[in-house]
């Protein structure tokens, strides 16, 4: 576990997740659905089952390849960051990043830190030499700091989210890690 203090001066835990988190998860990701159209799903549309994402959970833990790390403030959760490799030996060394950060907590430095403890823990876990992540190419604050983190593009995906009757490009982008 470690904590921070956001700008705003208030302190985040940041900890890997335990199934016992299951539940407060999927509520988050059905609350941030809702606050953001920039996600790949919206309000209330997280519907896996408390006990499989439970199991998701458990496997993110065993996997040498994959985490799940929660930011928490005041006991609650305010963003979740993933890394996920598949078990298979040709691309087990590609890890896709996801993070999500309840509106309340945006711009106040969560995104940066909760990317920076992601690639840290993909320099030292011993399997990930690549970790791409997806974004709305209109997304640009959030492309700008995966630049700024060292991410670059490698492709776009065009008219790939249906949102409110408009389509959306999405840009693939990816980070090539120096191993410590």
């Known amino acids: 576990m470690k904590s921070f203090i956001l700008k705003n001066g208030e302190e985040v835990l940041i ?20 606050e953001t159209d920039f996600l790949s799903f919206g309000k209330n549309e997280f519907t896996i089952d408390v006990a499989d994402f439970q199991t998701s959970i458990q496997k993110a833990q065993q996997l040498q390849g994959s985490v799940m790390y929660l930011a928490i403030a005041n006991g609650d ?15 087990k060394h590609v890890g896709t990043l996801g993070i999500v950060i ?14 920076q403890e992601l690639i840290e823990w993909a320099q030292t876990n011993g399997v990930t030499e690549k970790i791409t992540l997806l974004t709305r190419e209109d997304n640009k604050v959030a492309i ?29 982008m990816a980070l090539f890690l120096q191993k410590n």
């Not at 299951?22 to 659905?33: K, S």
């Not at 993933?82 to 691309?91: A, C, F, H, Y």
């Open 15 to 34: 900890r890997e997740a335990i199934p016992a988190d299951a539940q407060q998860m999927i509520n988050f990701y059905n609350v941030v659905g809702g």
């Open 77 to 91: 959760i305010i963003s979740i960051a993933t890394v996920d490799s598949p078990l298979k030996k040709r691309v």
């Open 102 to 115: 309840s509106e309340t907590y945006t711009g106040l430095g969560l995104g940066k830190k909760m990317m």
């Open 144 to 172: 700008q700091l995966y630049k700024k983190l060292g991410f670059e593009t490698e492709g776009i995906l065009k008219k790939d989210s249906l949102i409110n009757d408009t389509y959306y490009n999405t840009l693939s």
